[in-house]
């Protein structure tokens, strides 16, 4: 049986091998008169354009000082950081099961957004709230994929269901590379930073224009995180930075969603850090000062918490410049979630690729009140961020296909690849805070870091292994 749907078409069968040939033999004649054609590089110039005119045709989301600084500094700066798209990639592809019976839904799958499901069902079946029940299975790392805004995979579940025309037991199968190239993705982001140093290296102005679409317009959390048409969640981190720089711009131009997308673990921050955290790096040896002192040094004496983890990471490190013994060493901090994280990557250089060592991070969470959770947030939040850095990332060939659709194309870190991690947490009376994600942001600017200390290379666009040298 086939049913067309909204979402496309749905193909049933008695199991799951027999609706894969079914789809398979389907000849489908789509309407991709919206869809987007272009491909990676032609998006990423588009995305370069905006972020230039940010200051002006988008938001100045945070201004201090007078800019102009910059234009009479002795030395001006300037690099465009590019960030591209990237999967989930959770290892249990999606799924779902639903019974519909006497007019009452009953759903069982992993959800992160249970509630939003639950309001989704009952408007795609057209019946009562009370009428729709979830019951939310166990299920592995997902890093946003099972929360979607939309709640789509509810529900395409609900529309299955009804178009069936009678009441039965359905499941809803994406196999792995309809996830991949289906969607849902972080967003690429262009970053344009410009920066100005005095005769003796003092940073004097700092803007940053950010290029990127909106995460929730068009959710159901639209109401309370978009303000004036401004979504903190697409430039977080690039913001209300602690370092005391003389003057200060950032700016944000909003992108048209042409490619469905969806917050990512550590949600704006994933980008956002690895383009302040290098481009601060980049500065501070233009005037040959050291990276871990500079970021210390360079601390507003309020920011007491960021002080400590930088500390506490320069310590256990044993922090003694950013090369010796053939290595390179690379620090980044950020605050996620309420948490402070800084952390420090060891990079070789293996056939012109860096390969991560060790990592040594500090994390303060406030109230530490499971360590042994705060410490396997940390270590697979550091294994999370260094699979996307070295290797990760969606990319549309003219026309606009996804070039990626399994792990063969979209691969993961492999165990052997895994650095040693030690984690120091934070002694802390200060009200506990997330450690799910804070992890993820500081380790690719980390390695990136390491990695021009090593052997001079700037990478402005990642991943390190199949993104463009520069």
Not at 208 to 232: C, H, Q, R
Not at 421 to 429: C, G, K, L, Q, R
Request: hydrophobic share 40%; aromatic share 10%; charged share 20%.
């Amino acid at each position: 049986m086939v049913r067309q749907i909204s979402f496309g078409v749905a193909v049933y069968a008695t199991n799951t091998f027999a609706a894969l040939q079914g789809r398979n033999a389907l000849k489908v004649v789509w309407d991709d008169s919206k869809a987007e054609t272009r491909s990676t590089q032609q998006i990423f110039e588009e995305y370069s354009t905006a972020a230039a005119t940010a200051p002006t045709e988008g938001f100045v989301v945070e201004t201090d000082g007078d800019i102009g600084a910059i234009d009479g500094a002795a030395k001006v700066i300037e690099a465009e950081y590019r960030l591209p798209f990237l999967a989930h990639a959770p290892l249990e592809p999606l799924d779902a099961v639903i019974e519909l019976k006497d007019n009452k839904v009953e759903m069982w799958y992993g959800s992160q957004t249970p509630g939003f499901d639950r309001i989704k069902a009952a408007e795609v079946m057209g019946i009562p709230l009370d009428d729709v029940h979830i019951n939310v299975l166990f299920a592995g790392g997902s890093f946003g994929r099972r929360s979607p805004g939309s709640s789509h995979i509810t529900a395409e579940a609900c529309e299955i269901a009804k178009a069936a025309g009678q009441d039965g037991v359905y499941k809803l199968l994406w196999t792995r590379e309809d996830d991949i190239k289906g969607g849902y993705y972080r967003p690429m982001a262009v970053h344009k930073m410009r920066a100005g140093l005095d005769a003796d290296g003092k940073i004097v102005g700092w803007d940053n224009s950010v290029a990127t679409p909106s995460l929730f317009t068009g959710t159901p959390l639209e109401g309370g995180m978009v303000k004036d048409g401004i979504d903190g969640g697409a430039f977080e981190g690039s913001a209300e930075l602690p370092y005391a720089f003389g003057a200060r711009r950032v700016s944000w131009k909003s992108m048209p969603k042409t490619v469905p997308v969806m917050w990512w673990r550590a949600v704006g921050h994933s980008h956002t850090g690895y383009a302040v955290e290098c481009f601060l790096d980049e500065l501070f040896a233009e005037s040959g000062t050291d990276p871990m002192q500079g970021r210390i040094d360079l601390l507003k004496p309020e920011e007491t918490r960021v002080r400590g983890v930088l500390e506490k990471v320069k310590e256990i490190s044993n922090w003694s410049g950013a090369v010796r013994d053939g290595k390179g060493y690379g620090v980044a901090y950020a605050r996620s979630f309420g948490t402070y994280v800084a952390e420090v990557a060891e990079v070789e250089n293996r056939d012109g690729h860096p390969f991560v060592t060790r990592v040594w991070c500090a994390v303060d969470c406030g109230v530490p009140v499971s360590p042994d959770v705060i410490n396997a947030q940390m270590e697979g939040s550091i294994g999370f961020g260094l699979s996307a850095a070295l290797y990760s990332q969606i990319t549309l060939k003219e026309g606009g296909e996804v070039e990626q659709a399994n792990f063969y194309n979209y691969p993961l870190l492999r165990i052997s690849e895994m650095p040693a991690v030690e984690v120091a947490i934070i002694p802390s009376t200060a009200d506990p805070t997330g450690v799910g994600e804070p992890g993820v942001s500081p380790i690719a600017p980390a390695v990136g870091n390491a990695w021009r200390a090593l052997t001079g290379q700037k990478r402005y666009q990642l991943p390190f292994s199949l993104g463009e040298k520069a």
